[in-house]
């Protein structure tokens, strides 16, 4: 017997992400082969049924609430994991395939997590990876990413978070630039020095953390550049422009190298885990499973 109830909800569900995507209830009723009018009720339909208001509807435009905007993001993945599950049976294959969004830090993306990817693509190359850049943190649903990859303590408890790796905040400069200024004995020395300072949507990072007799105090520093990109404040701190405050697996190639040389360890010892973070819905694709554990495995090593 046809479950017809649950086909209607799966019809309602495409209509519901196509009025999303486009604005109208009427151009995705058309892409549906239905009217305006029977688009506009197989919404109301949807969300009687579960209960809540999905789109803010006026005049001149249609906008998704807030309860809108959840539920599109995991419809369109109910929809994306039926779409290639079709696509695995009817080719009769069984790889690895479909879209990842993934969102990290700039330094760590184009750096660490590169070469990570890099191997990943090579053992599962039908799996297409979107990386997104950026030292701010995301919106996991409302950026449409399935996979963030941040350092610190997670702030968002409703989201699954595996460690990847152990890591510390350091303050740390290029050999000349120590050459030059001389080396601060305290952490109330870098007020007065040359620094460079992160910006972020929460405003400028230029508040560095460190202790002192077991409490945890706050140097502000007055940054001599800025920028909203942490590569490009390394490579600075390298061509001697400031003290750069960092992970410490950031800056660890240039530590070896002796391109930068680490200040006051003793006082910047701030931990600064790096977490993978996801939704926590029951469903993982293969692809997203796999994914986690290939970066804990060769973040581990």
Not at 21 to 26: D, H
Not at 51 to 71: D, I, M, N, P, S
Not at 274 to 280: I, S, V
Request: charged letters at 20%; hydrophobic letters at 40%.
């Amino acid at each position: 017997m046809v479950d017809t109830a649950g086909m209607d909800r799966l019809n309602d569900l495409r209509l519901f992400v196509d009025a999303a995507a486009l604005g109208s209830f009427s151009a995705a009723g058309r892409k549906q082969g239905l009217s305006a009018a029977a688009s506009s009720a197989c919404i109301q339909r949807l969300e009687a049924a579960l209960g809540v208001k999905l789109f803010e509807r006026t005049t001149r435009r249609l906008r998704l609430t807030e309860e809108g905007e959840a539920y599109r993001h995991y419809g369109q993945q109910a929809l994306d994991a039926l779409a290639e599950a079709e696509q695995l049976l009817l080719a009769g294959q069984t790889e690895v395939r479909g879209t990842l969004r993934i969102s990290a830090p700039s330094d760590l993306g184009r750096n660490a997590l590169l070469t990570h990817l890099g191997s990943f693509q090579a053992q599962h190359p039908h799996v297409r990876v979107v990386l997104s850049l950026d030292d701010t943190p995301v919106n996991l649903v409302g950026d449409e990413i399935d996979l963030a990859i941040r350092y610190g303590q997670p702030p968002d408890s409703r989201m699954v978070a595996r460690l990847l790796a152990q890591s510390r905040r350091v303050v740390c400069a290029s050999p000349g630039l120590l050459a030059r200024v001389g080396v601060p004995q305290a952490p109330a020395d870098l007020a007065g020095l040359p620094t460079l300072a992160l910006v972020t949507s929460g405003g400028l990072m230029n508040e560095w953390v460190y202790r002192s007799n077991g409490a945890r105090r706050t140097v502000k520093v007055n940054p001599q550049h800025e920028s909203n990109d942490g590569e490009v404040l390394r490579r600075w701190a390298v061509n001697g422009l400031g003290f750069v405050y960092k992970s410490l697996l950031d800056v660890s190639d240039d530590l070896q190298a002796g391109r930068l040389i680490t200040v006051l360890d003793g006082c910047f010892t701030e931990a600064a885990p790096l977490h993978l973070l996801y939704h926590p819905h029951g469903f993982q694709p293969p692809r997203l499973r796999l994914m986690v554990a290939h970066l804990q495995k060769t973040f581990a090593g």
